[in-house]
């Protein structure tokens, strides 16, 4: 009988062999926010590539780190302005705060941007109006 800690080993190099956790783990280590995307973009897209390689092995404060350092530096400002100072001098957990109300906002303004009142012109008549003219 196999014990769990050999199944799980088994597992991994079954299905996270070392070649796919070392790009995995690169591509996470060279994180850069993109030119045109939002913060919220950015932190969903950074959680993704460790979803990818759950075997990465980064701890929390490193993954924290690893995706401050890869914004952009108006992110950068902004979460240093949210946080009244350098965010990387907050705990992890104050730091995740403040991205995550950050992130959310982010989410407001994109949805915002999406539900533009269509203007209707001077000349527009509603269907009364055309029935009395």
């Known amino acids: 009988m196999k014990t769990w800690d050999e199944v799980v080993e088994k597992f991994l190099k079954k299905y996270f062999p070392e070649s796919k956790t070392v790009e995995g783990k690169a591509s996470i280590s060279s994180f850069h926010q993109f030119p045109d995307e939002s913060l919220s973009e950015a932190l969903e897209r950074f959680c993704s590539l460790l979803r990818k390689t759950s075997t990465h092995g980064f701890s929390e404060p ?5 995706f401050i350092d890869g914004l952009r530096p108006q992110s950068k400002q902004l979460l240093d302005a949210s946080a009244r100072g350098k965010i990387k001098l ?3 957990e104050e730091a995740m705060e403040l991205i995550e109300n950050m992130v959310a906002s982010d989410h407001a ?6 539900h533009i009142p269509t203007k209707r012109s001077l000349l527009e008549l509603s269907s009364q109006d055309a029935l009395l003219a």
């Open 62 to 66: 490193i993954q924290l780190n690893i």
């Open 90 to 92: 907050k705990t992890p």
């Open 109 to 114: 303004i994109l949805r915002d941007r999406t």
